[in-house]
């Protein structure tokens, strides 16, 4: 029973590039949470996505940050025309309930910008 | 305003000491979860424990334990006779009933030095 996916684990982009991180979650949960942590802080909520919709991107960037979590494979969490300050560890949780409390998390994806 | 509090960014300790690691949370939710995380140099986290309102048992794991007190909303861990591989960042968080994230406090560094 694979844990959640994330990929790749390190993503190195160059000043207005793209960035995509990936994240599947376990089998059977349909609920996806998004985490950034910038260094030498503590992780802060970006998102949460059910299957097809987003419920809360209360956290999320209002600009160049979008996530989507489609009916068939994983979530994915996009950021346009990166900056350094986007450098960061991506983490994503996910839970077969709505709500944190027993979501699980991934390795996370350290995306550094150059 | 805050919703968790580790006041100690860093501790050192020495190898068979035991350590205490501070957490103070906010919420006037009376069903919320409080949770540890541990996350070792290599980046992933790694749960250790998760603790709802209505359970104020101590809890003990081998060398680990964990003091909860709802007078004081505190949620301490404690390692006993620590060791050079408990040398991490501890994040505490706490997850309301309603509501669709976790709320991380900003980390406490410990140093096991043998």
């Known amino acids: 029973n694979a844990g959640v996916m994330q990929n790749p684990r390190h993503l190195v982009r160059r000043r207005g590039q793209e960035a995509r991180l990936r994240c599947s979650p376990m089998?059977?949960?349909?609920?996806v949470y998004w985490y950034r942590q910038l260094p030498e802080e503590g992780l802060k909520f970006m998102v949460y996505l059910q299957k097809e919709n987003i419920i809360d991107e209360s956290g999320m960037p209002k600009e160049r940050f979008s996530a989507e979590f489609p009916k068939e494979g994983p979530s994915i969490l996009r950021i346009q025309q990166v900056v350094r300050g986007d450098s960061a560890a991506y983490f994503c949780a996910s839970s077969a309930y709505k709500g944190p409390t027993e979501a699980f998390f991934g390795q996370g994806t350290r995306l550094t910008v150059v | 305003a805050q919703k968790v509090t580790q006041a100690q960014t860093e501790i050192s300790v020495v190898e068979k000491e035991d350590v205490t690691l501070d957490c103070v949370y906010e919420?006037?939710?009376?069903?919320?979860?409080l949770f540890w995380y541990k996350q070792p140099p290599s980046g992933e986290l790694v749960f250790l424990i998760r603790?709802?309102?209505?359970?104020?048992q101590n809890e003990i794991s081998g060398r680990y334990s964990w003091n909860f007190q709802k007078s004081t909303s505190s949620f301490n861990f404690t390692i006993t006779a620590s060791q050079v591989v408990d040398s991490a960042v501890y994040f505490c968080a706490l997850s309301e009933l309603v509501g669709n994230q976790f709320y991380f406090g900003t980390g406490t560094s410990l140093t096991v030095i043998p």
């Open positions: 919420t006037r939710d009376t069903t919320y979860y």
């Open positions: 603790r709802n309102s209505f359970d104020e």
């Open positions: 089998k059977g949960h349909s609920h």
